[in-house]
């Protein structure tokens, strides 16, 4: 039943919020470069980073991995910050993640109507 609502994945986020996730990211990842020999300042950047794109974006969940990788020791380098608010902030989700292309549309609770159910002994339609 369509009620005309759109979940928060199909909403597309409003210019200032894009604009402000990707500047908090790229300050992020410029601020972690600059203090990469200080661990915990940079998981302490890490920790106002992941609340604040949480807060920005909408509580996606996909950024509790990008914290968990940005807290190992040499991941750091890579601006995953940057790279999954960019996802999050023009596609809504990140790409590549979406439903497959030719995927079924139902979920796999739904059960199929009984006129959509061939049986063996059925002919052919």
Do not use: C
């Amino acid at each position: 039943m369509d009620d005309g609502a759109k979940t928060p994945l199909t909403v597309p986020y409003s210019w200032p919020r894009r604009i402000a996730a990707i500047a908090i990211a790229v300050v992020s990842d410029i601020v972690n470069a600059i203090f990469i020999w200080a661990p915990p300042i940079v998981i302490g950047i890490d920790v106002v980073t992941a609340v604040l794109l949480w807060l920005v974006l909408g509580r996606p969940m996909v950024l509790l991995p990008v914290f968990v990788a940005e807290a190992l020791p040499g991941v750091g380098i890579v601006p995953f910050w940057t790279l999954v608010a960019g996802g999050l902030a023009f596609f809504g989700t990140i790409p590549g993640r979406g439903r497959a292309e030719g995927a079924p549309t139902t979920s796999p609770h739904q059960v199929p109507s009984p006129t959509a159910v061939t049986r063996r002994d059925d002919p052919p339609r």
